[in-house]
């Protein structure tokens, strides 16, 4: 069996998730011209971009390390408390900073 190239590897991964994104985005349409929105769609869509970045956060948390926990729990504990997305954001991005700033110099 042949191996692929890791360039070429790299660049049929980013074509194929490309690909798929774009019969997403236009499939979209097509699919609701042919059902009727009703309360529980709009309540799927509304939590699908929820769930889309709390896995993304999730992904991040993950392969990082306590920074990354450390600004995340930051940043949920400032959203709670304050219900400003801005600052939970600035708070986080702050924690993650001081952290690398004082304890990996």
């Not at 009727?36 to 991040?60: D, H, K, N, T, Y």
């Amino acid at each position: 069996m042949r191996s692929v190239p890791d360039e070429t590897a790299t660049w049929l991964a980013i074509g194929l998730v490309a690909a798929v994104t774009l019969a997403c985005r236009l499939a979209g349409p097509v699919v609701m011209s042919r059902i009727g929105p009703s309360p529980r769609i709009e309540r799927f869509l509304q939590s699908l971009s929820i769930s889309v970045i709390a896995a993304l956060v999730a992904s991040i948390v993950a392969q990082g390390g306590p920074r990354e926990g450390a600004a995340v729990g930051v940043a949920a504990l400032v959203m709670l408390a304050t219900k400003s997305t801005v600052l939970a954001l600035l708070a986080g991005m702050a924690t993650a900073a001081s952290w690398t700033i004082l304890l990996s110099g």
